[in-house]
């Protein structure tokens, strides 16, 4: 019996009688953590970097040996030529006015089904759901074709409801908010039952309201979805004020030369909204992922 309490305390021991030692290897490790976090951000923040520094170049400073990082001369002519030669801003205004409302059109619709598959037990409510998720093994490129024929035969080609109908529908962002209704006890809603709610109150009064983690991270991916798309644009779309800035952005990259300032300038346009989108909701990033119990 000695011998096994003398065991069992034993580490406790080793740590409390080399205090110095157990401090000295957590600041190593806690060092090292550090240090693979720095280089890890530095290979991130690099590519933004010199995109940024290349936009801010002349032609003649653009493909210098050696690179230049910090452009000498900086300039700002890059972008001003990007607005005279392209509508920049009638791109910026279809790619918000098609993010926007897909972002919204899926709010809606991934919202009402995620309840639905969570709470309305109907016969054979699982499979149904099982089906839905099978969507998501389908490649967007399978799908493209057919899609496009309906398209035309409604007479939906170079239209925004074209852009923005196809998108409005996500199996997985009804997937991340059925899992994140389920973390909601289910008690909240039978004390509403009880005091005369009906579901559709229950759905705008309780659900949504304890959800705002899920459907800030929904509205993340799904504004970041619609707003990089390049190849549902670039078959539905013909005319040049209906681009979207992926589709426009393809157009300065020529057969033969291509302005890579230029390039990058308009690379830097369709950086910054979902730059300040995600710092605006990052804080409400991680809790969407630890209510829908995604892992990344």
Known sequence: MNDQSSQAISPTILITSCPGSYRLKRRVSQAVLYLLLILGALVMIIPFAWMISTSLKTDQYVLTIPPQLIPNPATLDSYLRLFELYPIGRMLFNSLFVAGLTTLGQLVTCSMAAYAFARLKFRGHNLVFLFYLATMMVPFQVTITPLFILMRIFGWINTYQGLILPGVFSAFGTFMLRQAFLTIPVEYEEAAYMDGASPLTIFLRIILPLSKPALATLTVFAFMGSWNAFLWPLFIVREQTLMTLPVGLATLQGRWLTEWNLVMAGTVIT????????????????????MSGLKG
């Open 271 to 290: 950086v910054l909204p979902m730059l300040l989108l995600y710092l605006f909701a990052q804080k409400y990033i991680v809790q969407g992922f630890v």
